[in-house]
T-cell receptor
């Protein structure tokens, strides 16, 4: 079946602009996660959703970052007033349920470059 | 808090050599442990996992045993192939109300023919 998809695959934006990154999870997966992969910080957890709810937003790096999920499916990560330090690969993952033993399936990522 | 420490490499081996990538962890509770692999130009894929102490995860000739006494989950393969060249990430999920994966920094493996 179809895996996790993300769009766009690459995004170049000017400093100060807003960007939206999209994630389509595997059908039937209730849990969705956003991570960021950068050279300096490795893989960092940003936020997770159970259904449409995000109980813990503490992993988001600043208040310029927000995320939403609608219909228990598609999720959007929005970065406002982008900064150069936001340049990274943003990864989305989904799992059947939240329990720790369930595998998280990752999408191919969106490479964001802020110039 | 949770943390994962793995040898950062890079690791360069000849085909058919033995591989060990060390991974140790700090976590609350009883974490599940994972090895993910990222092949060049591709996304992260789960390689193997273990959800309780003394479990051995295995896949594609790779193995790792969950050692609670040494808080370790070392990745091993007896004979590597060129196609194993990738970045390998050790990760944990401490469960309970904590649903995120905490990753090590990754180990780049290059296997030469």
């Amino acid at each position: 079946g179809a895996g996790v998809s993300q769009s766009p695959s690459n995004k170049v934006t000017e400093k100060g602009k807003d960007v939206e990154l999209r994630c389509d999870p595997i059908s039937g997966h209730t849990a969705l996660y956003w991570y960021r992969q950068s050279l300096g910080q490795g893989l960092e957890f940003l936020i997770y959703f159970q259904g449409n709810s995000a109980p813990d937003k503490s992993g988001l790096p600043s208040d310029r970052f927000s995320a939403e999920r609608t219909g228990g499916s598609v999720s959007t990560l929005t970065i406002q007033r982008t900064q150069q330090e936001d340049s990274a690969v943003y990864l989305c993952a989904s799992s059947f349920d939240l329990a720790g033993g369930y595998e998280q399936y990752f999408g191919p990522g969106t490479r964001l470059t802020v110039t | 808090g949770d943390s994962v420490t793995q040898m950062e490499g890079p690791v360069t081996l000849s085909e058919e050599a033995c591989l060990t990538i060390n991974c140790t962890y700090t976590a609350t509770g009883y974490p599940s442990l994972f090895w993910y692999v990222q092949y060049p130009g591709e996304g992260l894929q789960l390689l193997l996992k273990a959800t309780k102490a003394d479990d051995k995860g295995s896949n594609k000739g790779f193995e790792a045993t969950y050692r609670k006494e040494t808080t370790s989950f070392h990745l091993e393969k007896g004979s590597v192939q060129v196609s194993d060249s990738a970045v390998y990430f050790c990760a944990l999920n401490s469960g309970g109300s904590n649903y995120k994966l905490t990753f090590g920094k990754g180990t780049l493996l290059t296997v030469n023919p």
